[in-house]
């Protein structure tokens, strides 16, 4: 046998709409709290940040020509695999630490550079000084060679 209690029904009902208006606003208020706290820079700050970034950006285009120079210099193929996985290694810790448009830059320089028609007198500078490159990223970032 089932007892219906129309004010007990409408009671508890009442408690869950309340409760669900409750935690809604709970959430609201949680949120527009967190985007208010966050920093402001400043002016100054703003175009110092935005010179870092375009910095940091020419690097990666520097690199990534560079890669691709290098890559267009090598002749032998088991130099050209040990190139191959460096610049694979370098473009997969760009786009874990700074995202795929990082990446990208990377990768649109090293096919630049990679159809670069290069003298050998310049080839043995090139490779030279990715090397140098290589090795301090490699060392910072433990990259495996």
């Not at 000084?129 to 060679?145: T, V, W």
Request: hydrophobic share 40%; proline share 1%; with cysteine.
């Amino acid at each position: 046998m089932q007892v219906y209690i129309p004010r007990l029904n409408w009671l508890l009902r009442r408690i869950g709409l309340t409760l669900c208006f409750w935690l809604s606003a709970a959430l609201l208020t949680t949120s527009v709290h967190a985007q208010d706290k966050t920093p402001y820079l400043g002016e100054e700050a703003e175009k110092t940040l935005e010179l870092m970034q375009e910095d940091f950006d020419d690097s990666l285009k520097d690199l990534g020509e560079l890669a691709g120079e290098v890559f267009a210099c090598i002749q032998d193929e088991a130099s050209v695999e040990k190139h191959e996985g460096r610049v694979e290694a370098i473009y997969s810790e760009l786009i874990k630490l700074f995202g795929s448009e990082r990446g990208f830059i990377f990768a649109a320089y090293f096919g630049y550079g990679a159809a670069s028609e290069l003298g050998d007198d310049v080839c043995e500078e090139l490779v030279d000084e990715f090397e140098d490159q290589y090795g301090a990223i490699s060392e910072k970032y433990e990259l495996i060679d």
